[in-house]
């Protein structure tokens, strides 16, 4: 499957506790998203990489959510003491590079997401 | 960020029928649309982009795009409960794709 790649689909925490989701994006995709979901709502975004570099990042992102994409190929987001209102689906999602056709670059493949319950 | 509008719904039509959802977007500038199909508990998924204005088809699925109007939709021919599901707007023309809430479709037998 080459499809984009999220782990893990569920996760279950205490409030208080930190947690870390890994995505995998198409291999050939440097570009990638992550974006926050609650019933009810679009996708919301949260952070974005240009193969390692964090271009952008939500103004509404607090200070205890990171992310890391170390070698321009998986990333990391980890949330630091949770909190119940963190609980939503985490989506990852891929697009292709700058030097594609502009709608080319545009479409974003998403993963299957985390689904985060913060207890 | 772009701000996009879409009416929540739900939207519920019978089997067979057509269904139209809409989009507004306050920016200008986009060139590009993109609607996304989201079962309940899964990803979004593109389903669909148009890039110029009037009308693009693609099987059961035709995208309309008026520029000037700040407007798009997407229609569903001959609708089937397989399409039950939220349908998510995204202008194009950003690093930062912005979705709108999405519309829920409900096709009932």
């Known amino acids: 499957d080459t499809g984009v790649s999220q782990n893990p689909r569920h996760k279950i925490t205490k409030r208080g506790q930190n947690v870390t989701f890994r995505c995998d994006p198409i291999s050939e995709h440097n570009r990638l998203y992550w974006y926050r979901q609650t019933l009810g709502q679009g996708p919301e975004f949260l952070t974005y990489f240009q193969n390692e570099a964090q271009l952008e990042k939500s103004r509404l992102l607090s200070d205890r959510f990171s992310a890391e994409r170390p070698k321009g190929s998986f990333s990391t987001l980890e949330i630091q003491r949770t909190e119940q209102g963190d609980s939503a689906m985490y989506l990852c999602?891929?697009?292709?590079?700058?030097?594609?056709?502009?709608?080319?670059?545009?479409?974003?493949?998403f993963g299957s997401g985390t689904q985060l319950s913060v207890l | 960020q772009k701000e996009v509008e879409q009416n929540s719904g739900p939207l519920s039509v019978p089997e067979g029928a057509i269904a139209s959802l809409n989009c507004t977007y306050s920016d200008r500038v986009s060139q590009s649309f993109f609607w996304y199909r989201q079962y309940s508990g899964k990803s979004p998924e593109l389903i669909m982009s148009?890039?110029?204005?009037g009308d693009k088809e693609d099987g059961r699925f035709t995208a309309q795009l008026n520029k000037a109007s700040q407007y798009v939709s997407l229609l569903i021919r001959d609708s089937q409960p397989s399409d039950s599901a939220t349908y998510l707007c995204a202008p194009g023309g950003s690093y930062i794709p912005t979705f709108g809430r999405g519309t829920s479709l409900i096709v009932h037998p």
């Open positions: 999602a891929s697009s292709l590079e700058p030097g594609a056709s502009q709608g080319a670059r545009e479409k974003l493949f």
């Open positions: 148009i890039y110029s204005n």
